[in-house]
């Protein structure tokens, strides 16, 4: 961990930022009333967050999907290898949820999946959050060629 030069509230960090979301869910819900549009994207939804928990990452859930985060606020020397298993088991758990979602709704489900090497401030004040507005601006930084190799590599997994 490195302090910030003329910081004293704060501290950076490299965290790895893992991007989950259901693909094009709203063309896929757009003809179903709110509660089959909750049947069909939640689960999932949950299933996402019950994964980086169990990595030990910490999400922002965001309708569709997530955005989870790996080594902060407490450091893991694994982060990013961490971000890559639970990626491969979201990948899974989408799947499985696809298969039960194409029997029940005959609709076809499908997940996509991204992560980036962050290198952030954190303040102290975060208390066991990582604010997603800190990832999302180091994020941003990423071109848009970038980020489509990225997520080219994701789905290759």
Known sequence: MERVRGSQDGERKTITVLFADIASSTALIEDRDAEDARRILKPTVDAMIDIVHHYEG??????DGIMASFGAPIALEDHAVRACYA???MQEASRI???EVRREFGIFLKSGLGSIPVRSLLPSSTRGQI???CALTASQRISRREWSRLQRLARSC
Not at 58 to 63: A, F, K, Q, V
């Open 58 to 63: 910490i999400t922002d859930e965001e309708g």
């Open 87 to 89: 990626a491969l088991d």
């Open 97 to 99: 949820r696809a298969a």
């Open 131 to 133: 604010s997603s507005t």
